[in-house]
T-cell receptor
Framework: NAGVTQTPKFQVLKTGQSMTLQCAQD?????MYWYRQDPGMGLRLIYY???????DKGEVPNGYNVSRLNKREFSLRLESAAPSQTSVYFC????????????FGDGTRLSIL | QKEVEQNSGPLSVPEGAIASLNCTYS??????FFWYRQYSGKSPELIMS????GDKEDGRFTAQLNKASQYVSLLIRDSQPSDSATYLC????????????FGSGTRLLVRP
């Protein structure tokens, strides 16, 4: 059981390039989330999808777009990468019932030069 | 004021001691509370969850929740060097998004 799988694990981009981070979960969870984590900081929510077919902005959505492709997959796109988007990106999923925790992927380390 | 606040630390304790990690939150109607452990370069992993006032114990870990005072804490008994990590407090809002709001984390160092 893989849980939450993120690809790629590492990526280096040049300013202005575009990129899509992929996330897939095999737990039949309804909700999925994208976070970024900067050094010494907690996780900040970029976008989330409470259920298949819906997406909403989180705390720091500027510069990003998302697609909930199906129940399993939730992708994060950087249209024109900026150095300020250098971070570690985590995808998480949640069953959809209040008493359950979120499950995290292993993260994508993204550097933008 | 941040929605979820934690002391960034580092909190340094000797091996075998009790480590006490604290977290306060601002939204009175928060429903669920979680402690995640994060080793350097790794993803967060769930340690404890708590939903009702009082204490919840799981092995060497005890989570304590006081909704009236809006704080949640994590006690680690018999601390081990392998417990050295950053501990993230997360609070879930009462809405259909099921979003988690994270604190910035407390770094714990357990000295051998």
């Amino acid at each position: 059981n893989a849980g939450v799988t993120q690809t790629p694990k590492f990526q280096v981009l040049k300013t202005g390039q575009s990129m899509t981070l992929q996330c897939a979960q095999d737990m039949n969870h309804n909700s999925m989330y994208w976070y970024r984590q900067d050094p010494g900081m907690g996780l900040r929510l970029i976008y989330y999808s409470a259920s298949e077919g819906t997406t909403d902005k989180g705390e720091v959505p500027n510069g990003y777009n998302v697609s909930r492709l199906n129940k399993r997959e939730f992708s994060l796109r950087l249209e024109s990468a900026a150095p300020s988007q250098t971070s570690v990106y985590f995808c998480a999923s949640f069953p959809g019932q209040g008493a359950q925790p979120q499950h995290f992927g292993d993260g994508t380390r993204l550097s933008i030069l | 004021q941040k929605e979820v606040e934690q002391n960034s630390g580092p909190l340094s304790v000797p091996e075998g001691a009790i480590a006490s990690l604290n977290c306060t939150y601002s939204d009175r109607v928060s429903q669920s509370f979680f402690w995640y452990r994060q080793y350097s370069g790794k993803s967060p992993e769930l340690i404890m969850s708590i939903y009702s006032n009082g204490d919840k114990e799981d092995g060497r870990f005890t989570a304590q929740l006081n909704k009236a005072s809006q704080y949640v804490s994590l006690l680690i008994r018999d601390s081990q060097p392998s417990d050295s990590a950053t501990y993230l407090c997360a609070v879930r809002r009462v809405d259909s998004s099921y979003k988690l709001i994270f604190g910035s984390g407390t770094r714990l160092l357990v000295r051998p």
